[in-house]
């Protein structure tokens, strides 16, 4: 499986690639939405990992185009924000499912869950 991990936090980058390391093949690092959207065009990811608030575009943003443009583009919110306005706006943008940071070690069981079927599932 090949992930894209849109984050600006080069530590939390890192934190969510070694989350996700048992089920990444290959995994793309880019640190703002803006980015993610080239990323997504020369990479063809599987699953997408996209914080909410970075600095040029935030990751709803991108989570919208990138599902307008690409239906098939299975979009996580991985964040901070615990709480329902962020959760209603990460699924109004087209996002399949919403992670928090402070979780990371689910972030294997939500995507299998909410995302895509692998082996096994």
Excluded: S, W
Aim: a negative charge.
């Amino acid at each position: 499986m090949k992930i894209l991990i849109v984050e600006d936090n080069p530590t939390v980058r890192q934190l969510i690639q070694r989350a996700t390391a048992d089920i990444a093949d290959e995994a793309i690092t880019r640190g703002d939405g803006a980015d993610a959207l080239e990323a997504y065009e020369e990479n063809h990811p599987d699953i997408v990992l996209m914080d909410v608030k970075m600095p040029r575009m935030d990751g709803l943003a991108a989570t919208r185009q990138l599902v307008q443009k690409h239906p098939e583009a299975r979009v996580i919110i991985v964040t901070d924000y615990d709480d329902d306005e962020f959760r209603h706006a990460a699924r109004d943008a087209g996002a399949c499912a919403y992670a928090l940071k402070t979780n990371l070690t689910d972030l294997e069981a939500i995507i299998q869950a909410h995302c895509i079927c692998l082996p096994g599932n």
